[in-house]
DNA sequence: GACCAGAGTTACCGGTCAGTAACATCAACG
DNA sequence: CGTTGATGTTACTGACCGGTAACTCTGGTC
């Protein structure tokens, strides 16, 4: 079960590898993915990640403080991932919004539950609950980024077409999870494609 | 707190009102909807719908049972729906789209917290609960009256059009509980009518 | 070797939750 | 009046869950 470093104990000793915070954030973002944040125990991810319940509190205030952790490290992927797409295809923005429509539909099929921030709003109904404002404040960035992309295309309404987009995209994930992978999710990149040309066809 | 039929007690006792049994589930689809299904539990259910929790378990076996039943409730309120969607425009498909993009954007700035079923199967992530098999009926049956209507009104891919207005609709109101009623979630009805019109502009 | 910080172990607390048992009440109906 | 069936009441079980206390162990540093 456990992993001593059985090789290379000399000089990589330094650079520790494995510690059981990344573990536990690990584990829990996985966990809380799969099977939901309350279906959860604090019990279960220690367990999980190799460690004990603990030695997750010595590193989290609460459950809460764990969760909220999880979700900074969700929006600090979606982050990275922009900066992928942008790299991806530089100077060619219409590209770029392709490589977007490539990955969502990828996450969309991909993955059987929907977006972790999204769940997390659905689980997490108390209005002053500390994860809200990470949700909305990665929710918000997101769109930002979108709108951004779809203005540097050169549609006429940028905007509508990042809200457009946003919600096929939103809308894919929650359908594919609750009507499974055959419904109208399978036609997330068609959908796309479609209102992506007639937006642009307005502005030519 | 109690009400005891205060007047009139002579000629419409036979017809009981307000028994338990509808109490408890109007209860519970109103605090699961509120705080969701996990937040919830029995004991509160009873006690908000003027009952106590061996009532509840005399008309329903479980917890499972009672959320099956709310979900199931919910479907026949979305028939009913679409009942009045063809009622209110006969012999015009086009107005009776418009009707239910009316309604749904009602549904999405009315309602802060999204779809009970799409929220369900969030919370619900066990594979054979037999709630997802309710919810996933529901959305079938839901997406097939959309395509019907989409047929009608003339356009050249009915489906596809389908597709679209239904994650827009799904990603509207899993956005508004995510981003909040500023989002990408105010302008679901200029998306919806135009990503109406430019699917009827391919036909004409 | 002394020290110390991080990590593991065990046990516990208080609360909540789904579900059940046993008994009391009350209204309708014959 | 007596029966019956639905409901109310109280108390309980067993499991789980978030969080804490106290102690031990280990590996690195000076």
Chains 1, 2 share one sequence.
Not at 81 to 110: F, K
Not at 166 to 190: C, D, K, N, T, Y
Request: proline share 4%; charged share 25%; net charge neutral.
């Amino acid at each position: 079960m456990s992993e001593k470093s059985p090789v290379l104990n000399a000089p990589v000793q330094s650079c520790r590898i494995s510690r059981p915070r990344e573990r536990i954030v690990a584990t829990a973002r996985d966990l809380f993915h799969k099977f939901g944040i309350r279906s959860i125990g604090v019990d279960t991810i220690a367990e999980a990640a190799g460690t004990n319940k603990m030695t997750l509190y010595r590193h989290f205030g609460s459950k809460d403080d764990l969760i909220c952790e999880c979700l900074q490290e969700v929006a600090r992927d979606v982050e990275t991932m922009w900066g992928e797409i942008t790299a991806s295809n530089p100077n060619d923005p219409r590209a770029q919004l392709q490589e977007w429509v490539r990955r969502s539909a990828e996450c969309v099929v991909n993955d059987g539950r929907g977006c972790d921030l999204a769940n997390a709003a659905v689980e997490l109904t108390e209005a002053d609950h500390p994860a809200r404002k990470v949700i909305e404040g990665v929710k918000r960035t997101y769109y930002i980024h979108l709108v951004d992309l779809c203005r540097a295309v050169g549609v006429a309404q940028p905007e509508l077409l990042a809200d457009a987009l946003s919600l096929l995209f939103e809308g894919a994930r929650v359908s594919r999870q609750s009507v499974g992978a055959e419904g109208p999710s399978a036609r997330f990149v068609r959908m796309s494609e479609a209102v992506i040309s007639a937006f642009a066809d307005r502005t030519h």
